[in-house]
């Protein structure tokens, strides 16, 4: 941590590949939403479902790739080498373990997942299908995140990003191969990014294991992955809960307004915030890595230099991101779509959303702060609440008084100003700096 000097400069240089990385990692989600348009709206639809679905295996999987960033960046700060032989061990580990089971029962209860949803007919056939053979071919995308997470702790963010770079990559090209030259239809996106991000795994653990060297012994699961687990676990929470209502608000809310609202929420949330939100990410996860290597090393004023710094790179973001939101939806919301009334309100999601960007660059720049201090518990405090709340108020004003879709996002951008403004207030109080 020490010999990383702390500017604007080494901030980007840091921030950078991470949020590229992010970007490609979550490429998987647009490049299906992308390649599925020619299977018709239904299977459009059925991949937007299955988003929220996706994002709750996440926040499980986040109960290892969360607690163990913070960990780690204090071992690397303190110089304690076995001490990151012994986390990484129990970390991947931990992951793969967890990976199976969530696996196992996705592909057992597919059916009824996409009933939980709210989803009726083919487009529930086309979900259940989708993973099904998501939960034969993804295994990779529960260990994956604990690997980005250990390298961006490290500071090696540029290897991340060339791992992202070679995933999403294969994806692109997989996709059209695995979904209509092979004629497997929705089950293809599965398989495609099962395959991609299998190769991206294997190269990354060969680069992990030679460059921290572990004995055989790190791997045996003991007490290091309840420690990782106890600051992970709020985080997961957190994210379940966020993927746990967007399901609901699909099953009472979403669904209800009809198919064409169902695809441009997929549009909007994984197309155009698919973009944004990494580079959000991206700067979170460098204020993490440096805010754990400070509070290791002892060098607070590192932590607190960096977080001025990406304050006001932040700023000039969530605006940048905004304004693209506003001007450019149409011409970014047609890549995905050709059908005008998904377009519309695409569009639509686009252009309200455009108000609520900086407020997300903010979000992401407190979850940085508190996420490499540990302090992960007042995450899930300034979010689970907002979050929950936006499924009574999504269906009051969208279906009890008819507002349609507009009044979804409108609840979603007002949550999003409330959570950022008590988070900064937490980061504010300073109670993050005592580790």
């Known amino acids: 941590m020490t010999h990383l000097k702390v500017s604007i400069k080494g901030l980007l240089l840091l921030a950078m590949p991470a949020a590229l990385s992010a970007l490609l990692n979550n490429a998987y989600r647009v490049i299906d939403q992308f390649a599925v348009q020619w299977l018709g709206v239904e299977a459009q639809a059925a991949i937007a479902s299955c988003t929220f679905v996706l994002i709750g295996f996440f926040a499980l999987y986040s109960i290892i790739s969360a607690g163990i960033i913070a960990l780690i960046a204090r071992a690397v700060g303190a110089g304690d080498r076995q001490r990151q032989k012994q986390l990484l061990g129990n970390a991947l580990s931990g992951a793969l373990l967890l990976g199976i089971v969530i696996l196992t029962l996705s592909g057992t209860l597919a059916a009824q997942i996409a009933e939980w949803l709210g989803l009726q007919g083919?487009?529930?056939?086309?979900?259940?299908?989708?993973?099904?053979?998501?939960?034969?071919?993804?295994?990779?995308?529960?260990?994956?995140?604990?690997?980005?997470?250990?390298?961006?702790?490290?500071?090696?963010?540029?290897?991340?990003?060339?791992?992202?770079?070679?995933?999403?990559?294969?994806?692109?090209?997989?996709?059209?191969?695995?979904?209509?030259?092979?004629?497997?239809?929705?089950?293809?996106?599965?398989?495609?990014?099962?395959?991609?991000?299998?190769?991206?795994?294997l190269l990354g653990l060969i680069k992990l294991l030679r460059m921290v060297r572990p004995e055989r012994s790190c791997f045996l699961l003991d007490r290091?992955?309840?420690?990782?687990?106890?600051?992970?676990?709020?985080?997961?929470?957190?994210?379940?809960?966020?993927?746990?209502?967007?399901?609901?608000?699909?099953?009472?809310?979403?669904?209800p307004l009809g198919p064409a609202v169902n695809a441009a929420l997929g549009i909007g949330f994984s197309a155009l915030e698919g973009f944004t939100w990494p580079v959000f990410w991206g700067f979170s996860m460098a204020l993490a890595s440096l805010v754990g290597r400070s509070i290791g090393a002892g060098e607070l004023a590192?932590?607190?230099?960096?977080?001025?710094?990406?304050?006001?790179?932040?700023?000039?973001?969530?605006?940048?991101?905004?304004?693209?939101?506003?001007?450019?939806?149409?011409?970014?919301?047609?890549?995905?779509?050709?059908?005008?009334?998904?377009?519309?309100?695409?569009?639509?999601?686009a252009h309200v959303l455009a108000f609520s960007?900086?407020?997300?660059?903010?979000?992401?720049?407190?979850?940085?702060?508190?996420?490499?201090?540990?302090?992960?518990?007042?995450?899930?405090?300034?979010?689970?609440?907002?979050?929950?709340?936006?499924?009574?108020?999504?269906?009051?004003?969208?279906?009890?008084?008819?507002?349609?879709?507009?009044?979804?996002?409108?609840?979603?951008?007002?949550?999003?100003?409330?959570?950022?403004?008590?988070?900064?207030?937490?980061?504010?109080?300073?109670?993050?700096?005592?580790g």
């Open 122 to 201: 083919k487009l529930a056939e086309l979900a259940a299908t989708y993973l099904r053979w998501h939960a034969m071919f993804c295994l990779p995308q529960a260990i994956i995140p604990v690997i980005d997470a250990i390298f961006i702790a490290y500071g090696r963010t540029k290897i991340v990003l060339l791992l992202q770079i070679t995933a999403a990559s294969l994806n692109f090209i997989l996709n059209p191969l695995f979904i209509y030259f092979l004629d497997y239809g929705i089950a293809g996106a599965a398989i495609a990014t099962g395959v991609s991000q299998s190769v991206a795994l």
């Open 224 to 255: 290091t992955v309840i420690e990782i687990a106890f600051i992970g676990l709020p985080m997961c929470w957190g994210t379940l809960l966020f993927a746990g209502v967007y399901a609901g608000l699909l099953n009472w809310v979403i669904s």
């Open 302 to 349: 590192h932590a607190q230099q960096a977080i001025r710094l990406a304050f006001k790179l932040l700023t000039c973001a969530g605006v940048l991101a905004g304004t693209i939101f506003w001007f450019g939806a149409e011409w970014l919301c047609g890549l995905f779509t050709e059908d005008p009334e998904v377009l519309s309100e695409a569009v639509l999601y």
């Open 357 to 434: 960007q900086l407020f997300v660059a903010y979000e992401a720049l407190t979850e940085g702060v508190l996420n490499g201090a540990g302090k992960t518990k007042a995450i899930l405090f300034w979010s689970a609440p907002l979050n929950v709340l936006r499924i009574p108020f999504c269906w009051l004003f969208a279906i009890h008084f008819g507002w349609g879709s507009a009044a979804v996002w409108w609840v979603i951008n007002i949550s999003t100003l409330i959570k950022a403004a008590g988070k900064g207030w937490v980061v504010a109080k300073g109670s993050w700096r005592g």
